[in-house]
């Protein structure tokens, strides 16, 4: 994972091989974002892409974790309970639909790729966590809960990924607010 800045020319290479792999999630999935593919797509050579990242499935996690931050902007409503609520239907929906196939498959390639899953989690899971912490920090500024931000996240966005994972119970904006809901009522304050 590259930590210094990269340099103009070196940058530009990143950015375009992550927009095609974006393009290629988006068409095809993880199947379609190929080194070849991307490659091809960018412009870049496929040296160039084993410069920046050690697997396909790095270069996919970090597209992808720029296409969930991208497609799911945090709710600012003025009622920090509704922003959350709120936030779990989107990202309920973001999972529903093709880019949930795309997070099923980066899950499954980083069980076999642990280069890939460092990228998976410092590119995709980091940012949505932080993003969720400032939803809950709403929260708890209210003094709405005392629930730490790692414990409420994963009881209220866990239960999206493993019913994307297994396909036992549908991912609508109902189910999601019963999710939410039933969390929130062990997870707020009783006034």
């Not at 994972?1 to 999935?29: Q, V």
């Not at 160039?48 to 296409?67: D, I, M, N, Q, V």
């Not at 790729?113 to 899971?125: G, H, I, Q, S, V």
Request: proline residues 6%.
């Amino acid at each position: 994972m590259p930590e210094l800045p990269l340099k103009p020319r070196s940058a530009r290479a990143h950015e375009t091989a992550l927009a095609a792999a974006r393009a290629l999630l988006a068409e095809g999935g993880l199947p379609a974002a190929t080194v070849d593919a991307i490659s091809a797509r960018s412009g870049v050579s496929k040296a160039t892409l084993y410069k920046h990242w050690p697997s396909r499935t790095a270069l996919a996690a970090e597209a992808f974790g720029r296409e969930m931050a991208d497609a799911i902007p945090l709710p600012d409503t003025g009622d920090p309970r509704a922003d959350v609520v709120e936030q779990v239907r989107r990202v309920s929906a973001f999972y529903a639909g093709p880019t949930g196939t795309v997070f099923a498959q980066l899950l499954a390639a980083c069980v076999t790729d642990p280069e890939a899953a460092a990228y998976f989690r410092r590119y995709f899971l980091d940012g949505r966590r932080a993003a969720i912490s400032v939803l809950w920090q709403r929260l708890v500024a209210a003094g709405l809960s005392s629930v730490d931000t790692d414990t409420a996240t994963d009881l209220l966005f866990g239960p999206l990924i493993f019913r994307r994972l297994t396909g036992h119970a549908p991912l609508t904006a109902t189910e999601a607010d019963a999710i939410s809901s039933a969390a929130l009522e062990g997870l707020l304050k009783r006034g």
